[in-house]
T-cell receptor
Framework: SQTIHQWPATLVQPVGSPLSLECTVEGTSNPNLYWYRQAAGRGLQLLFYSVGIGQISSEVPQNLSASRPQDRQFILSSKKLLLSDSGFYLC????????????FGNGTRLTVT | RKEVEQDPGPFNVPEGATVAFNCTYSNSASQSFFWYRQDCRKEPKLLMSVYSSGNEDGRFTAQLNRASQYISLLIRDSKLSDSATYLCAVGHDKVIFGPGTSLSVIP
């Protein structure tokens, strides 16, 4: 069966510090991969999605970036965090060629102080 | 207009009540529709898919109306454990989630 791992679960970082969140999927090949963010009391905002290695689509211009160095690995990064980057970051995957259903990781709760 | 809209609620209902949520979407080319459930401070979990012909899973019924571009979720005989936020998801080339509707089932 397919599983998705996301870490860390929680993170407290000062403004201006870098960020790296990692997500890996097991049990499937060439999945579609997604990064979403959910700000406190807000809906899910699609940040990036990828249909293959090195293929990244950005949905929202901001100081975040994403990379897919391996088929089942998706990384969310920032060089300098802003207070507004605080939120609940969720990685998700879907079957190749299909956009949904999405299956989410446990999420990373990021607080920028 | 937002791509996917939901009544944010909260819906506060007694145990045993029937409650219905609606979700509207703007992209007529949307092809896939789902309902997710999200518990407080947890990741969304897939609840059920939505088809034009209707989809029923126990106490839950989902329906799609393509002409009016909305989907619905009906929960019968509400349980305390149904308390959560319910998100609709609409997919075409990407997946857009509604803001969610909060449900509290009261003893």
């Amino acid at each position: 069966s397919q599983t998705i791992h996301q870490w860390p679960a929680t993170l407290v970082q000062p403004v201006g510090s870098p960020l790296s969140l990692e997500c890996t999927v097991e049990g499937t090949s060439n999945p579609n991969l997604y990064w979403y963010r959910q700000a406190a009391g807000r809906g899910l905002q699609l940040l990036f999605y990828s249909v293959g290695i090195g293929q990244i689509s950005s949905e929202v211009p901001q100081n975040l970036s994403a990379s897919r160095p391996q088929d089942r690995q998706f990384i969310l990064s920032s060089k300098k965090l802003l207070l507004s980057d605080s939120g609940f970051y969720l990685c998700a995957w879907s079957v190749p060629g299909q956009t949904i259903p999405l299956h989410f990781g446990n999420g990373t709760r990021l607080t920028v102080t | 207009r937002k791509e996917v809209e939901q009544d944010p609620g909260p819906f506060n209902v007694p145990e045993g009540a029937t409650v219905a949520f609606n979700c509207t979407y703007s992209n007529s080319a949307s092809q896939s529709f789902f309902w997710y459930r999200q518990d407080c401070r947890k990741e969304p979990k897939l609840l059920m898919s939505v088809y034009s012909s209707g989809n029923e899973d126990g106490r839950f019924t989902a329906q799609l109306n393509r002409a009016s571009q909305y989907i619905s979720l009906l929960i019968r005989d509400s349980k305390l454990s149904d308390s959560a936020t319910y998100l609709c998801a609409v997919g075409h080339d990407k997946v857009i989630f509604g803001p969610g509707t909060s449900l509290s089932v009261i003893p």
